[in-house]
């Protein structure tokens, strides 16, 4: 990274504050792995899916910006480090049976994508109509996190 | 499923308009699977992680509401078809490299989660200040999807 870059974009994350009784509770499948869905904390959409191990989970919480374990070059990766592109922390979410991470992030640069999009979900594979409620959804419904 | 429940709940489905050629890119792993990310369409929240095999991915995408591979029971589910919390499907996105899946939906009855929960990610593991963007967001970030 280039002394522009780190003056631009390299400011440091803040460390979370980490309830460590559910991190003992992530359950890592038979290849040490969780998916995490990186969500815009701003705009709400899911920008992408990566993997995290124990390793890489603990950096992020400790860091403050997103790490992921790539599982094509088997390395960990911190998420722009080289393209600028980083994620700034604000909470990670566990599911019901511990087998799946939402994050939520500041989004910095250009976008999630290696492609160039805000979001790695930019192609439609089908569209319809859905069904809105007929009633109003409960309150828990509100704010990006349903919660 | 009682009559009473069918008559308040159970309204079909709607096929969606599909893209072939993006469902032939979707990319299973080796156990033949996708994760599926299911997201609110209404209030943007990340209700829960579930799999996806070619058969529940085609059965989503023709009848309009979301169908998964139960790793556990090894079956398909329809969601809500016992418990009335059913997920009418507005649009099936897929990822850069093809392996993950979004899936936003009207979700209707009580929430998405087994426990009662709007979402299935109600418990926080971490929680930071994050890094709000010194900068505008590019306008691609706008709405749920960001795109």
């Given at each position: 990274?280039?002394?522009?870059?780190?003056?631009?974009?390299?400011?440091p994350g803040t460390p979370l504050t980490t309830d460590e009784?559910?991190v003992?509770?992530v359950?890592?499948?038979?290849?040490?792995?969780?998916?995490?869905?990186?969500?815009?904390?701003?705009?709400?959409?899911?920008?992408?899916?990566?993997?995290m191990n124990a390793e890489s989970l603990r950096r992020t919480l400790e860091t403050g910006r997103t790490w992921f374990?790539?599982?094509?070059?088997?390395?960990f990766?911190c998420?722009?480090?080289?393209?600028?592109?980083?994620q700034y922390v604000?909470?990670v979410?566990?599911?019901?049976?511990?087998?799946?991470?939402?994050v939520?992030?500041?989004?910095?640069?250009?976008?999630?994508?290696?492609?160039?999009?805000?979001?790695?979900?930019?192609?439609?594979?089908?569209?319809?109509?859905?069904?809105?409620?007929?009633?109003?959804?409960?309150?828990?419904?509100?704010?990006?996190?349903?919660?």
């Open positions: 990274m280039s002394a522009t870059d780190a003056s631009s974009t390299g400011a009784s559910l003992d509770q359950r890592f499948d038979d290849r040490g792995l969780v998916p995490a869905v990186v969500q815009d904390a701003a705009g709400g959409a899911v920008l992408t899916v990566a993997y374990w790539s599982r094509s070059r088997q390395e990766w998420k722009g480090e080289t393209s600028g592109d980083r604000r909470e979410l566990l599911d019901c049976d511990g087998d799946a991470l939402v939520l992030v500041d989004q910095h640069g250009g976008g999630a994508c290696h492609t160039g999009t805000w979001s790695c979900f930019s192609r439609t594979v089908g569209s319809g109509p859905g069904l809105p409620r007929p009633d109003p959804a409960p309150e828990s419904a509100a704010g990006p996190t349903g919660r």
